[in-house]
């Protein structure tokens, strides 16, 4: 309940219309309970019957997504992939040869800080399930040796993916939702809709402006204070996610558990607070802002930097605030 919470007061802002606001007629918004989480599509500029098409077949495609994607079904890709770690190669669809390639990508890109098989870690530390405790150090660096993208073999012409040992794991939390949010967008263009936002949690896409002339408006969370601002970001035909520790998370001894670990030490990441990334795609903000976060701001603006169409705020583990050169002075109420 907690997290459907703060997801919701994020859609809100992310809407740019709270409490009082009115928006006109020609803006229609649904949400949708998919992939774990809340996902609010905003479809502006057509009417109500024609955004309702649009929007329903949007939301079918992050549903089938979802049923080839998921970490929690033995059917889905993902599910076979893992079954069969250290056995033999698996045939799987298009989409997960894709999001799989992008993955390893960011995982080059970032020196491991993203890994799409994280898996073992994610079970391990079981940030889905009510009962949450530290595992043991010998469990933890068990599990930390089997997380190594480079043993997971891709074969975009067979469609093939294989992981070499046996206890692999997949895991595609931190960048399927942006696939299916680039997805859910292609959707609503091709059913003729040139103006939405589509948030899957806090991975969202823009098609266009919310009208001609008026960007839409996407605030970033503040990572200690639920329900408001940090600060907000102007955005159009564009995509934004936020990586943040004050999801899933809780705290024995002072120390703060959350469910982004960082390959390197098994552990939850320490360096950022939150980390959020501007891209071209969805896909692409959505693994960046994971690997930016494990990667603290100065490795993460680095990174940011280094692709272009990029950019990034991190709150650090202090709380300062760190943002790329292109995105000084554009971060709307952002203290200096
Ligand atoms: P996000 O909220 O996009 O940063 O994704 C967090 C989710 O990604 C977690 O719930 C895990 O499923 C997965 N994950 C955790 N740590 C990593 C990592 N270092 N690299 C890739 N995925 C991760
Ligand atoms: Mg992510």
């Not at 803006?27 to 109500?48: D, P």
């Not at 405790?133 to 190594?148: C, G, H, Q, S, T």
């Not at 931190?174 to 939405?196: M, N, P, W």
């Not at 996610?241 to 959350?258: K, L, P």
Request: aromatic share 4%; net charge neutral; glycine share 10%.
């Amino acid at each position: 309940m907690r997290k459907a919470g703060v997801v919701l007061a994020m859609v809100l802002l992310v809407a740019g219309c709270g409490a009082g606001c009115r928006e006109s007629s020609d803006v229609h918004r649904r949400t949708q309970y998919l992939m774990g989480t809340v996902v609010t599509i905003t479809v502006a500029g057509v009417g109500g019957d024609d955004a309702d098409r649009a929007m329903n077949a949007a939301f079918e495609e992050i549903r089938r997504l979802e049923g080839i994607l998921t970490f929690f079904s033995e059917s889905s890709d993902l599910g076979r992939i893992n079954a069969a770690a250290g056995e033999r190669p698996v045939g799987v669809s298009a989409e997960t040869i894709e999001v799989l390639t992008e993955a390893r990508r960011i995982s080059d890109a970032s020196g491991g800080a993203f890994d799409a098989t994280i898996g073992p870690l994610v079970s391990l530390w079981g940030f889905e399930v009510k009962e949450r405790f530290v595992p043991p150090k010998e469990e933890i660096e068990r599990a930390r040796m089997l997380v190594d993208w480079r043993k997971m073999a891709v074969d975009p012409e067979r469609r093939t993916v294989r992981l070499d040992r046996k206890g692999m794991k997949v895991d595609l939390g931190g960048i399927a939702k942006g696939y299916a949010a680039d997805r859910a967008a292609e959707v609503l263009r091709q059913h003729g809709v040139s103006r939405a936002l589509v948030a899957v949690a806090g991975d969202i896409r823009a098609i266009g402006e919310k009208s001609p002339g008026v960007p839409w408006h996407v605030g970033i969370q503040h990572p200690r204070d639920p329900g408001t601002v940090l600060g907000s970001l102007r955005i159009a035909d564009r995509s934004v996610s936020t990586s943040g520790d004050y999801e899933r998370y809780f705290i024995e001894d002072d120390v703060r558990y959350h469910h982004i670990l960082d390959p390197a030490t098994g552990r939850s990441a320490a360096a950022s607070r939150s980390a959020t990334v501007l891209a071209p795609t969805t896909i692409l903000s959505d693994a960046l802002s994971t690997a930016a976060f494990v990667l603290g701001p100065e490795k993460g603006i680095a990174l940011v930097r280094s692709v272009p169409g990029a950019e990034a705020v991190i709150v650090d583990r202090e709380g300062r605030v760190h943002v790329t050169p292109g995105l000084a002075g554009k971060v709307e109420g952002l203290a200096s």
